[in-house]
Protein backbone atom coordinates (compact mmCIF):
# COMPACT_ATOMS: atom_id res chain seq x y z
CA UNK A 1 0.00 0.00 0.00
CA UNK A 2 1.37 3.66 -1.16
CA UNK A 3 -0.35 6.24 0.65
CA UNK A 4 -0.37 9.79 -0.17
CA UNK A 5 -0.61 11.71 3.31
CA UNK A 6 -2.64 15.58 3.12
CA UNK A 7 -1.75 17.64 5.65
CA UNK A 8 -3.20 21.22 4.73
CA UNK A 9 -1.20 24.41 7.15
CA UNK A 10 -1.92 27.79 7.83
CA UNK A 11 1.64 27.89 9.62
CA UNK A 12 0.70 26.96 12.59
CA UNK A 13 3.66 26.47 15.57
CA UNK A 14 2.86 22.94 16.18
CA UNK A 15 3.44 22.14 11.83
CA UNK A 16 7.12 20.68 13.09
CA UNK A 17 4.99 18.19 15.07
CA UNK A 18 2.86 16.93 12.57
CA UNK A 19 5.20 16.80 9.90
CA UNK A 20 7.29 15.20 12.38
CA UNK A 21 5.06 12.18 13.16
CA UNK A 22 4.68 11.68 9.68
CA UNK A 23 8.79 10.80 9.00
CA UNK A 24 8.86 8.80 12.07
CA UNK A 25 6.03 5.91 10.98
CA UNK A 26 7.21 2.91 11.11
CA UNK A 27 5.16 2.32 7.76
CA UNK A 28 7.53 4.28 5.22
CA UNK A 29 6.05 3.79 1.98
CA UNK A 30 3.95 7.44 1.66
CA UNK A 31 4.56 10.58 0.21
CA UNK A 32 3.11 13.63 2.74
CA UNK A 33 1.69 16.83 0.81
CA UNK A 34 2.13 19.86 2.54
CA UNK A 35 -0.40 22.34 1.01
CA UNK A 36 0.37 25.82 2.35
CA UNK A 37 -2.82 28.56 1.84
CA UNK A 38 -1.08 32.15 1.21
CA UNK A 39 0.29 31.97 4.80
CA UNK A 40 4.28 31.29 4.14
CA UNK A 41 5.79 28.23 5.85
CA UNK A 42 9.43 29.91 7.05
CA UNK A 43 12.30 28.42 4.84
CA UNK A 44 13.90 26.91 7.86
CA UNK A 45 10.95 24.72 8.46
CA UNK A 46 11.01 23.52 5.02
CA UNK A 47 14.78 22.50 5.33
CA UNK A 48 14.20 21.03 8.42
CA UNK A 49 12.68 18.31 6.21
CA UNK A 50 15.18 17.27 3.41
CA UNK A 51 13.24 13.93 2.95
CA UNK A 52 12.25 14.15 -0.89
CA UNK A 53 8.57 12.24 0.38
CA UNK A 54 7.68 15.43 1.80
CA UNK A 55 6.27 17.79 -1.14
CA UNK A 56 4.99 21.15 -0.67
CA UNK A 57 2.35 22.51 -2.85
CA UNK A 58 0.86 26.10 -2.24
CA UNK A 59 -2.57 26.72 -3.18
CA UNK A 60 -4.95 29.89 -2.63
CA UNK A 61 -7.78 28.86 -0.01
CA UNK A 62 -10.24 31.31 2.15
CA UNK A 63 -10.50 30.72 5.77
CA UNK A 64 -14.16 29.50 5.60
CA UNK A 65 -13.41 26.62 3.35
CA UNK A 66 -12.43 24.12 6.40
CA UNK A 67 -9.25 22.90 4.20
CA UNK A 68 -11.79 21.64 1.43
CA UNK A 69 -9.28 23.28 -1.34
CA UNK A 70 -6.00 22.01 0.10
CA UNK A 71 -7.36 18.71 0.71
CA UNK A 72 -8.41 18.47 -2.88
CA UNK A 73 -5.68 20.10 -4.52
CA UNK A 74 -3.11 17.75 -2.61
CA UNK A 75 -4.69 14.71 -3.68
CA UNK A 76 -4.67 15.98 -7.50
CA UNK A 77 -1.17 15.84 -6.99
CA UNK A 78 -0.52 12.57 -5.60
CA UNK A 79 -1.15 8.83 -7.11
CA UNK A 80 -0.95 6.60 -4.17
CA UNK A 81 -3.23 4.45 -3.82
CA UNK A 82 -4.70 4.60 -0.61
CA UNK A 83 -5.37 8.52 0.85
CA UNK A 84 -4.54 9.58 4.80
CA UNK A 85 -5.02 12.99 6.24
CA UNK A 86 -3.20 15.03 8.77
CA UNK A 87 -3.65 18.65 9.93
CA UNK A 88 -0.73 20.40 11.27
CA UNK A 89 -2.01 21.13 14.72
CA UNK A 90 -2.61 16.99 15.16
CA UNK A 91 0.41 14.30 15.58
CA UNK A 92 0.43 10.88 14.85
CA UNK A 93 2.07 8.12 16.93
CA UNK A 94 4.29 5.82 15.32
CA UNK A 95 2.04 3.07 14.88
CA UNK A 96 -0.67 4.97 12.92
CA UNK A 97 0.18 3.97 9.20
CA UNK A 98 0.98 0.43 10.49
CA UNK A 99 -2.30 -0.03 12.01
CA UNK A 100 -3.91 1.41 9.09
CA UNK A 101 -2.34 -0.93 6.83
CA UNK A 102 -2.64 -4.24 9.25
CA UNK A 103 -6.55 -3.36 9.29
CA UNK A 104 -6.72 -3.59 5.53
CA UNK A 105 -4.67 -7.04 5.33
CA UNK A 106 -6.81 -8.30 7.90
CA UNK A 107 -9.91 -6.87 5.73
CA UNK A 108 -9.31 -6.57 2.23
CA UNK A 109 -12.69 -5.94 1.11
CA UNK A 110 -11.91 -2.41 3.47
CA UNK A 111 -11.60 0.47 1.04
CA UNK A 112 -11.84 3.32 3.96
CA UNK A 113 -10.58 2.93 7.78
CA UNK A 114 -11.11 4.27 10.89
CA UNK A 115 -8.67 4.55 13.64
CA UNK A 116 -9.20 5.85 17.38
CA UNK A 117 -7.10 8.91 18.72
CA UNK A 118 -7.06 10.79 22.08
CA UNK A 119 -7.69 15.08 22.69
CA UNK A 120 -5.26 17.48 23.77
CA UNK A 121 -6.03 21.02 24.80
CA UNK A 122 -4.42 24.10 24.01
CA UNK A 123 -3.52 25.99 27.25
CA UNK A 124 -3.59 29.44 24.76
CA UNK A 125 -6.64 30.24 22.27
CA UNK A 126 -4.61 32.03 19.64
CA UNK A 127 -3.62 28.77 17.40
CA UNK A 128 -0.23 29.53 16.37
CA UNK A 129 0.63 28.91 20.13
CA UNK A 130 3.91 26.94 20.62
CA UNK A 131 2.54 25.97 24.34
CA UNK A 132 0.45 22.94 25.03
CA UNK A 133 -1.00 21.36 27.62
CA UNK A 134 -1.91 18.12 27.22
CA UNK A 135 -5.38 16.60 28.95
CA UNK A 136 -5.88 13.04 26.88
CA UNK A 137 -8.05 11.11 26.88
CA UNK A 138 -10.46 9.31 24.14
CA UNK A 139 -11.74 11.10 21.28
CA UNK A 140 -15.98 10.64 21.15
CA UNK A 141 -16.16 7.38 19.28
CA UNK A 142 -19.03 9.47 17.26
CA UNK A 143 -16.36 11.43 16.03
CA UNK A 144 -15.38 11.14 12.39
CA UNK A 145 -12.01 13.18 12.69
CA UNK A 146 -10.10 13.35 9.43
CA UNK A 147 -6.82 12.76 11.62
CA UNK A 148 -8.06 9.59 12.25
CA UNK A 149 -9.09 8.65 8.30
CA UNK A 150 -7.31 6.68 5.52
CA UNK A 151 -9.13 5.25 2.07
CA UNK A 152 -8.58 4.50 -1.58
CA UNK A 153 -8.00 7.03 -3.92
CA UNK A 154 -10.38 5.29 -6.22
CA UNK A 155 -13.23 5.59 -3.68
CA UNK A 156 -12.84 9.14 -3.05
CA UNK A 157 -12.70 9.54 -7.09
CA UNK A 158 -16.04 8.21 -7.13
CA UNK A 159 -17.41 11.24 -4.50
CA UNK A 160 -17.87 14.86 -4.98
CA UNK A 161 -14.42 15.43 -2.69
CA UNK A 162 -14.17 17.46 0.11
CA UNK A 163 -16.59 20.13 0.55
CA UNK A 164 -16.57 23.66 2.55
CA UNK A 165 -18.62 23.00 5.14
CA UNK A 166 -18.31 22.48 9.22
CA UNK A 167 -19.06 18.74 9.29
CA UNK A 168 -16.69 18.02 6.57
CA UNK A 169 -15.16 14.67 7.43
CA UNK A 170 -18.62 13.29 8.27
CA UNK A 171 -19.80 13.92 5.33
CA UNK A 172 -17.08 12.91 2.99
CA UNK A 173 -17.32 9.69 5.07
CA UNK A 174 -21.12 9.26 4.56
CA UNK A 175 -20.82 10.27 0.71
CA UNK A 176 -18.03 7.11 0.70
CA UNK A 177 -20.76 4.89 2.32
CA UNK A 178 -23.13 5.91 -0.66
CA UNK A 179 -21.11 4.89 -3.32
CA UNK A 180 -20.67 1.72 -2.10
CA UNK A 181 -17.04 1.98 0.48
CA UNK A 182 -16.85 -0.88 2.87
CA UNK A 183 -15.54 0.75 6.31
CA UNK A 184 -13.64 -0.76 8.76
CA UNK A 185 -12.98 0.77 12.06
CA UNK A 186 -11.00 -0.18 14.73
CA UNK A 187 -10.63 1.13 18.62
CA UNK A 188 -6.76 1.41 18.55
CA UNK A 189 -5.50 4.89 19.38
CA UNK A 190 -2.69 6.13 16.55
CA UNK A 191 -3.29 9.70 16.82
CA UNK A 192 -3.60 13.02 18.80
CA UNK A 193 -6.41 15.20 18.29
CA UNK A 194 -5.85 19.26 19.52
CA UNK A 195 -9.43 20.33 20.65
Known amino acids: MHFDIILPT ?3 GSLFTAINSVCEQTYQDWNL ?5 STVVSSMLVQAFPDPRVRWLKVQTTNDDYGAVARNFGIEHGDGDWIAY ?3 DDEWMPHHLATIVNIAQAHPEADMIRTAGQSFMMKHKHPRSSKLV ?5 VNST ?3 TVGMAHTRELFGNTDGWQPCDNHDHMLWRQMLTEGGTPAEVDTTTFLFQR
Open 10 to 12: IAR
Open 86 to 88: IDD
Open 134 to 138: RKLGP
Open 33 to 37: WVVQD
Open 143 to 145: DFL
